[in-house]
T-cell receptor, first 115, second 114 residues
């Protein structure tokens, strides 16, 4: 079974530029999560989708971050414009359902450096 | 509010030593799940274990064991006879919302020296 795929693996951009990350979850997984992991910290949820609807985006900085999950499969996360403090690893995860306690499978992440 | 605390930032041991990683959590919910994930240098979070709040039985899987104590809100992880391949960052996480959202601790970096 293929795991969660993310691209690119690494990205370096200048502040105020825009960037997009792509995630392909495990086939059949209805729930998709985007987490932000700043160096030395644990991952923090940015947004959660159930199929193509948003379940939780309470910690998404909506003035600069946006995400979509068209057709309930792949998802993209965009930052526009980027700030220095956005430097982090962006992790995508998926699970079969969103009820409490599902086992989430994570991708390898995209490491973003904003200079 | 939900919170997970991993007080140990870094631990260094010599191969074959036993090591325990501490995890303390806070939640007002009666139903919740606790997790441990391993993050090797490749960056991917690898699922290790999940326990629900109604099951306080300790669990052993090979060299790994977990001690869940609701009375102290702790879910500690022990690696017996550590190996160099165990070197990684280990995260404890809590899921107590009905959305499956994970609240992670800060992580503990384990270095196992040969």
């Amino acid at each position: 079974e293929a795991g969660v795929a993310q691209s690119p693996r690494y990205k370096i951009i200048e502040k105020r530029q825009s960037v997009a990350f792509w995630c392909n979850p495990i086939s059949g997984h209805a729930t998709l999560y985007w987490y932000q992991q700043i160096l030395g910290q644990g991952p923090k949820l940015l947004i959660q989708f159930q199929n193509n609807g948003v379940v939780d985006d309470s910690q998404l900085p909506k003035d600069r971050f946006s995400a979509e999950r068209l057709k309930g499969v792949d998802s993209t996360l965009k930052i526009q414009p980027a700030k220095l403090e956005d430097s982090a690893v962006y992790l995508c995860a998926s699970s079969l359902a969103s009820q409490i306690g599902p086992e989430a499978f994570f991708g390898q992440g995209t490491r973003l450096t904003v200079v | 509010a939900q919170k997970v605390t991993q007080a140990q930032t870094e631990i260094s041991v010599v191969e074959k030593e036993d090591v325990t990683l501490d995890c303390v959590y806070e939640t007002r919910d009666t139903t919740y799940y606790l997790f441990w994930y391993k993050q090797p240098p490749s960056g991917e979070l690898v699922f290790l274990i999940r326990r629900n709040s109604f099951d306080e039985q300790n669990e052993i899987s090979g060299r790994y064991s977990w001690n869940f104590q609701k009375s102290t809100s702790s879910f500690n992880f022990t690696i017996t006879a550590s190996q160099v391949v165990d070197s990684a960052v280990y995260f404890c996480a809590l899921s107590s919302s009905n959305t499956g959202k994970l609240i992670f601790g800060q992580g503990t970096t384990l270095q196992v020296k040969p």
